[in-house]
């Protein structure tokens, strides 16, 4: 059997946890992670729940140019560098997955990868972690099992990985932690936990998150705390219910609920998601498009047979 090669472009904790996923693949080959900066950052007191990097059995590369051959390339990069990483990758004839969660510019994100990936013969999955991704799948098996109705979708309590590395990047945040916390029928708080650099401005920092498109829709708190670290807990979820209508029938009551490790769920949807790239026409896809069965390794007939 032809495993397929995949590298993993970042190497934060998602990229760690990627790596602990694709090593128990055994239809899939893992060839390098693309971070210049890797193995600079081994300390667990530095970045929690990353696994060390000075292991010879796991090579670093500063370009994916340097691997010898890649079938598709795993993105853990921040949201916001994913349309330039992506398009870069699938040019040089790679596959790439991501985790893009800004819900409200993934249809720009699609349309601008599927140009480049049909351009240049290649696959593109965006947006497959745990939301965007397998909640988005669910919330589509929703509407089909009752076509009329509400879903609400409740995330939390947890560490949000998107919005914690937005604040991150905000001028004057040493450290940062945001978690949310549901309110109730889609509502949602957000507590951000931020570790200052000395010349900072507390009042500052607050406002520029706030008007962040992550923060912009949700009621956010801002604490300033001495060490971010101390509160660092991966653990998030999800509670998703809708009620609806099927066919004339009313009241159907269907929920959905996960208790996960971030990190590792958003990156075992990624590894997933990066064997079915190899089964797609060339062009970008959102996972509610690609067949449930292309995530899957193994033959169609074993999974009817478990599954059906």
């Not at 996960?260 to 996972?287: D, E, F, H, W």
């Amino acid at each position: 059997m032809t495993k397929i090669k995949a590298a993993i472009v970042g190497f934060g904790n998602v990229g760690a946890k990627a790596l602990e996923a694709l090593l128990n693949e055994p239809d899939m080959e893992f060839v390098g992670i693309v971070d210049p900066a890797g193995k600079k950052c081994v300390s667990e007191k530095v970045n929690p729940g990353r696994c060390l990097c000075d292991d010879p059995k796991v090579p670093f590369f500063n370009s994916i140019t340097d691997i010898r051959k890649v079938d598709v390339a795993i993105l853990c990069s921040p949201s916001r560098k994913v349309k330039e990483v992506a398009s870069e990758i699938l040019k040089l004839g790679i596959n790439t997955v991501d985790s893009f969660d800004i819900h409200t510019e993934i249809i720009d994100l699609k349309k601008s990868l599927d140009v480049v990936a049909k351009e240049n013969n290649t696959v593109s999955i965006i947006s497959a972690g745990w939301d965007p991704g397998i909640n988005s799948v669910m919330r589509g098996w929703f509407l089909a099992m009752a076509p009329k109705g509400i879903t609400y979708t409740n995330y939390g309590p947890g560490m949000s990985m998107g919005h914690t590395v937005a604040v991150k990047a905000i001028e004057g945040v040493k450290n940062a932690l945001s978690i949310t916390v549901p309110a109730g029928m889609g509502v949602h708080r957000r507590m951000v936990y931020v570790e200052l650099n000395p010349d900072a401005d507390l009042k500052t920092v607050e406002s520029k998150i706030k008007q962040d498109p992550y923060f912009v829709k949700d009621k956010t708190y801002v604490f300033e705390v001495p060490d971010v670290n101390a509160l660092i807990d991966m653990g998030h979820g999800v509670f998703m219910e809708r009620c609806g209508v099927s066919g004339a029938t009313h009241n159907q009551q269907i929920k959905f609920e996960l208790r996960i490790n971030n990190p590792a769920l958003t990156a075992q949807v990624m590894v997933s998601a990066a064997r079915a790239t190899m089964k797609q026409k060339p062009g970008c896809y959102t996972m509610i498009e690609v067949p449930v069965i292309d995530y899957l390794n193994g033959d169609l007939e074993t999974f009817v047979k478990r599954l059906v």
